[in-house]
């Protein structure tokens, strides 16, 4: 028997340009999940991803969506199912169509899953999307536990296992178990250009950037308000994310400094990461979601191994404290002071905070996050009982 586990993945991950044509899909959710199973992947456990892509319901999205309109991510294997996006039929023919592919997927294979995925965002904990509902069912019909993995919102009722981003709510007497703690990992960045471009304190023009979404509960415009308070015409803002937002719209054009990029490509993204000073994660507490999900965002901008601002939300973990420079409240003139303490840093301030985030990556890559979820999953949950031990593998 193999020492490497079997995972069934019942959520879609997809490429960029599926990504860039379902305006619905997270672009962050949809990272955070492809960095998870390329990490599996890499580590010798099998994969098989079944899911499909989110739409609005029509009329505000299509009404007929076909699995062959969507990729999945480079290097991925499974299957994207199809579904008819009218009110009534939507859930339906989503459990439906992904019933079907899931059980195929088992009766075909030569050996069953060990564990079936469930990437979570519920709005109450007594919910059920399709995912989950076939993840019971094939519990019930094929002895398969499942794992979810609570990224925003309450965790849904009866899974075998939790895999909490939000460190708050991990540590909630109301969240259930059994548990882990995994907010995710550092990804590496691919880039032509130079990753440390930014790092030239003699550059003029520094730049903050703010990648995520352009709505309320990422703070995009207090921070764009923040911004436009400091008369300082050697600094910009450069802002990338999907999204409308009227204000900050507004405000782009009345300040020349504030450019937003829009939803960029990847290799686009991390070209103009290369180039910033610092980041932006000004994502307000007062928000409510807020309290119970994780801003995968300060992951992101980690692995480019640069100053970041942020506020402290409840779903940070207290580790992030020596690695980012905090917003004090969520108020524009906090804001303002943050912004101008990171763009002002010394030589020998700056360097210091890159070095602290260079040794905290370390210990937050993808493999080694995935080398904890394995050993946690034999302890908590050996359904695999020819399995002797987990495999773990180093970064080597």
């Not at 420079?325 to 301030?349: Q, T, Y």
Request: hydrophobic fraction near 40%; charge should be neutral; include cysteine.
């Amino acid at each position: 028997m193999s020492n490497h586990y079997r995972f069934l993945w019942l959520e879609g991950i997809f490429d960029e340009n599926t990504v860039s044509l379902f305006f619905t899909i997270s672009p962050a959710s949809n990272y955070w999940q492809r960095g998870f199973v390329d990490a599996l992947n890499k580590l010798g456990h099998n994969v098989d991803v079944i899911g499909y892509p989110v739409e609005r319901v029509w009329p505000f999205g299509r009404l007929i969506i076909r699995g062959e309109q969507a990729l999945l991510s480079p290097g991925l294997t499974g299957k994207i199912v199809g579904y008819v996006n009218s009110p009534f039929l939507r859930d339906t023919t989503r459990y439906i169509n992904l019933l079907k592919a899931t059980k195929r997927s088992l009766l075909v294979s030569e050996e069953k899953p060990n564990y079936v995925i469930i990437f979570s965002c519920l709005n109450k904990s007594t919910d059920e999307t399709p995912s989950i509902r076939i993840a019971k069912y094939i519990r019930e019909h094929f002895g398969v536990p499942w794992i979810c993995i609570v990224a925003d919102g309450a965790a849904p009722i009866g899974a075998d296992g939790y895999v909490y981003l939000a460190w708050s709510y991990y540590q909630s007497d109301t969240a259930p178990g059994p548990s882990i703690y995994i907010d995710g990992g550092i990804s590496d960045i691919k880039c032509a250009g130079d990753l440390n471009l930014g790092l030239n304190h003699r550059t003029r023009g520094r730049i903050l950037m703010y990648m995520g979404a352009l709505t309320q509960h990422g703070g995009v415009s207090q921070l764009a308000r923040a911004f436009n308070k400091i008369s300082d015409e050697d600094i910009q803002l450069w802002i990338c994310g999907r999204g409308n937002n009227a204000e900050l719209a507004h405000l782009a054009e009345i300040d020349h400094r504030i450019q937003i990029k829009g939803f960029v490509e990847e290799l686009e993204l991390n070209k103009l990461a290369s180039a910033a000073f610092a980041f932006a994660n000004p994502r307000p507490n007062s928000f409510a979601p807020n309290k119970l999900n994780y801003p995968s965002k300060v992951l992101h901008y980690l692995a480019y191994g640069k100053p970041i601002i942020s506020t402290f939300t409840d779903g940070l973990s207290p580790d992030y404290m020596d690695v980012l420079i905090p917003i004090r409240d969520e108020s524009e003139e906090c804001l303002r002071e943050a912004i101008m303490r990171v763009l002002n840093m010394k030589v020998n301030e700056y360097d210091a905070m890159c070095s602290r985030i260079a040794s905290f990556n370390k210990t937050h890559t993808w493999t080694y996050q995935i080398n904890r979820f394995v050993s946690w999953l034999y302890v908590v949950a050996p359904v695999s009982r020819g399995h002797k031990n987990p495999v773990i593998l180093t970064d080597d």
